[in-house]
Structures are given as C-alpha cells and as structure tokens.
C-alpha cells in the first residue's frame, strides 16, 4: 500500500479526491494526518480530533464490477474492516451504530465517510474517510457521546500500527466484495449491528419521539424499524436518531 503523510490538512477524503481527479492513483492508496482542520461525517457533519493523538486517513479504492445498487454493501464491507480490528484489539462492547459510526460501550470512537465515483451504473472508485479516537481522552461538552479506544481498553495504541490493520481489514473485505459475497458480509453486519432486534426509543426529523424494534437494512440501505403496530417503517440517514 502507498501511504502519504500529512501533518496537517482540510481533509484527506478532499484531498484524495482532489488527487484522483487530476492522475492516476494506485489502488488502496492512503492519506492520513496528524491534524485535519475541516474533517467531515455524514450529511456535512463536523469532525473534530486532537492532534496527534487519533487516527484520521482516507482510503483510495477501486472496483471490478460493484453496481450503485449495492452500495450498500460497501457500507458494510467498510464498517466490517474496522469493526473486527477493534474485535481483535479487545475494545470491549463494539458494535456498528447504522450505518456506520463505530461504538464502544454505547459510545461513539469512530466514523465513516464514503464518496464515490460513478460510472454509469457502476461506482468506479470510490474514498473512505476513516476517523477514530484512539489516544484522545478528553472530549468537549458537546460531545458526551464520544470515547476513544484509551478511554475504553486503558491502553496507549500505535497509530501506524492500527492504520496498517485496519487497510489490511479493509482489502480483505474489499475482496469479498469483488468476489460478490453480499449475503456473507451483510450477515456479518447485521450481527453486530447497534440494537437490532432490542426495543428502543427514537426520535425522526419531525422530534417526533417513539418506540421501536431495528430488523434490518432495505435494499437502498435504509433502516428498517417495527413500529409499536408491527408496522415496518424505512428511514434514511439523518431521519432518525436514538435516544
């Protein structure tokens, strides 16, 4: 893998897309920085790292055959690579928040951001944003639901040494993807994901709040909540929250 090295940037994902849009990159091509000044989540979001002390970098990659309908997928793979290097780091009580924060004892440690690049009916290529509190230990007030892999496990990690496992992780999966292996990974996803199948209260755009049971993500990757009236209702990014 080619890893590139910044000490400090607006983002790596703008900076890779940036990148690919002007040369050829090699596949699995890696920015990471110490300090990214304008880090960015899901739907705009913000997000904020100490310097020096988490693990924020992009991933370059690109596709044999993956169709935009099953981007959802993708997601899947991605969530699954840091997922179970975190498994075998023994971070207790992981799980995937849908659709792919990264939680550690209910708290949130990391995030992912995927933008891709389509051709025709096909994603060509594709960049993941990877942002995860490693060594940070204190966090701002607005960020209560947040922890970091020292908070949660007591322990200092290696950064260079958990960005290689997790890319590592990340091509394994990425390969299971190019061979077609949906059912396998969205299994695999679905067995870790944040209280599925556990009744729990909700709130949707509206501030609406109510009580529901996750059972499963739809075909274009919403998720798919039963209502008190056993009715299964679909809700995309940033239509429901937990409470």
Do not use: C, H
């Not at 890696?30 to 304008?38: E, F, G, L, S």
């Not at 690109?62 to 075998?88: M, R, W």
Request: glycine share 6%.
């Amino acid at each position: 893998m080619k890893i590139i090295k910044l000490s400090a940037i607006d983002s790596t994902n703008s900076f890779l897309k940036e990148m690919a849009s002007g040369s050829l990159v090699e596949n699995f091509t890696v920015v990471v920085t110490d300090n990214q000044i304008k880090g960015r989540g899901q739907q705009g979001s913000v997000w904020e790292s100490e310097v020096g002390k988490n693990l924020i970098f992009s991933v370059f990659v690109t596709f044999e055959s993956l169709s935009v309908s099953d981007k959802k997928y993708l997601n899947y793979a991605v969530s699954l690579a840091v997922f179970e290097v975190l498994q075998q780091e023994n971070i207790p009580r992981i799980a995937i928040k849908w659709p792919n924060d990264i939680l550690s004892a209910k708290k949130k440690i990391g995030g992912i951001l995927i933008e891709n690049s389509l051709k025709g009916t096909k994603i060509s290529s594709t960049v993941i944003g990877i942002g995860l509190n490693v060594n940070q230990t204190s966090f701002s007030s607005s960020l209560e639901k947040a922890s970091s892999l020292k908070l949660s496990s007591n322990r200092t990690f290696d950064l260079e040494q958990l960005l290689i496992e997790i890319v590592v992780s990340l091509k394994s999966k990425i390969l299971l993807l190019n061979a077609r292996a949906f059912e396998s990974i969205e299994t695999s996803y679905l067995n870790v994901l944040y209280k599925k199948n556990i009744p729990a209260m909700f709130k949707d755009s509206n501030d609406i709040v109510f009580m529901g049971i996750i059972r499963g993500i739809s075909k274009d990757g919403k998720l798919q909540v039963e209502l008190e009236d056993e009715i299964i209702k679909e809700f995309g990014i940033k239509e429901i929250s937990f409470l």
